[in-house]
């Protein structure tokens, strides 16, 4: 395995690493535990620490923290009472506008993007990776989700009303992810870090927050690495449009997975 060259070995021990880390490490209280006291303390801490170290790094941490900040404030989780899902989907649409907001009229930065239309096509290898995506879900979520008991932190969508919120939620969350936490906090990340350590400050958060919206037990073997992949693959293709479309075709298998999990006679295609 070829060694990593040395300006990006410096710059990952250097000390604008501390604060970026806090700041990661701050969602594991903040959304997996919520423990809303240490979470926002650590928030606090990073952005301080980057002030001291590093003037830029400070801002743009400041604009994850605010997004993050935004997002704590109302409960991550499944319930589909709509006034539940207005209020967490006002939280989700300006977790992403307001660091856009600041860092595009305030900073005057060009820095977060949301590439839909690159002009480029998509290569036969990304088309395969789609396929992979929906074997892997077919293999991975049922097992996952029956075996753990995990299912149940989803609603039975049993009814035709709760069927079409849960399937509205599944993927109306699934995109935000991509906004948030690839377009927004792994790109501002990119700037100060190589592309490996942001992708690993910024799966942390990721994670972290499915965890909370249900992804429990031995959820982060599946998440975590999920959203390095997604890190990877926004990388590689600067497509929003491709990252969403993996990540809503494994978002369909869930929500096909979480209605067999909770009615076992319905859709018998799968294993579990």
């Known amino acids: 395995m070829p060694s990593l060259p040395a300006e ?7 000390w604008k690493l501390l604060p970026a880390a806090l700041l990661s490490l701050s969602a594991v209280p903040l959304f997996a535990l919520q423990e ?3 979470g926002y303390g650590l928030l606090a801490v990073a952005v301080i620490t980057a002030a001291f170290i590093d003037r830029r790094l400070m801002r743009h941490l400041a604009l994850v923290a605010a997004g993050m900040a935004i997002i704590s404030l109302v409960p991550l989780n499944a319930d589909l009472g709509l006034g539940h899902m207005a209020l967490m989907g006002g939280a989700l649409a300006l977790a992403v506008l307001v660091p ?14 949301f590439p839909v239309r690159t002009g480029r096509r998509w290569p036969l290898a990304a088309k395969l990776y789609l396929l992979g995506v929906v074997a892997l879900g077919y293999l991975i979520l049922p097992a996952y989700l029956i075996r753990t008991g995990v299912y149940q932190n989803w609603p ?5 009303g709760i069927f ?20 927004t906090t792994f790109t501002l990340l990119r700037r100060h870090f190589p592309d490996w350590l942001a992708n690993l400050l910024q799966a942390v958060v990721f994670s972290s927050f499915l965890w909370e919206i249900g992804y429990q037990s031995w959820g982060p073997l599946l998440t975590f690495p999920f959203a390095l992949l997604q890190g990877y693959t926004f990388k590689l293709t600067k497509s929003l449009s491709y990252v969403v479309s993996v990540h809503l075709i494994f978002d369909l298998v869930l929500f096909l997975a979480l209605v067999h999990a909770h009615n076992r006679d319905w859709l018998p295609v799968f294993l579990y």
């Not at 990006?8 to 250097?14: E, K, L």
């Not at 079409?164 to 377009?183: A, M, Y």
Request: overall charge negative; hydrophobic content about 50%.
């Open 8 to 14: 990006a070995i410096r710059t990952a021990i250097s």
């Open 36 to 38: 809303d006291l240490p």
């Open 100 to 113: 856009w907001l600041v860092s595009r009229f305030g900073y005057r930065e060009e820095i977060i993007r």
């Open 156 to 160: 039975d969508a049993s009814e035709p």
């Open 164 to 183: 079409w919120r849960l399937f509205l939620g599944v993927n109306t969350v699934g995109i935000w992810d991509e906004l948030f936490f690839i377009c």
